[in-house]
C-alpha cells in the first residue's frame, strides 16, 4: 500500500473541509484510504486526468468537488480536495 503525501494546497483544503462541512470529512478519508489500496478503481469514480493534468487522476467527493492525486512508485501525491481540478 502506498503512503500518502499531501501538498500544501491540500491541506489547506482539507482544514477548509473540517471547519465548514465536516460531513463530507468521512468520505475524504474513505476516499483517501481507497486510494491507497487501488489506485486506479474503487470509490469516487476514478478518472484519469487529460491535457495539462495529464499523468494525474480524480476522484468524486461530491458533484462539485474532486480529490485530485498523482500516483508514484511508493506514494500517493494529493494535489487538491476542493474544487473542479484547480
Not at 491540500?10 to 473540517?18: I, K, N, R, S, T
Not at 487501488?38 to 474532486?66: C, M, V
Amino acid at each position: 500500500m502506498r503512503e500518502l503525501h499531501f501538498m500544501p494546497k491540500a491541506w489547506q483544503d482539507l482544514g477548509w473541509w473540517m471547519k465548514n462541512d465536516i460531513k463530507n470529512v468521512k468520505k475524504i478519508y474513505l476516499l483517501l484510504e481507497n486510494t491507497c489500496k487501488t489506485p486506479f478503481d474503487g470509490l469516487g469514480q476514478p478518472e484519469p486526468l487529460k491535457a495539462n493534468y495529464s499523468g494525474y487522476w480524480s476522484r468524486r467527493i461530491n458533484l462539485e468537488h474532486r480529490l485530485v492525486y498523482k500516483v508514484e512508485d511508493t506514494q500517493i501525491v494529493v494535489h487538491s480536495l476542493f474544487g473542479h481540478y484547480q
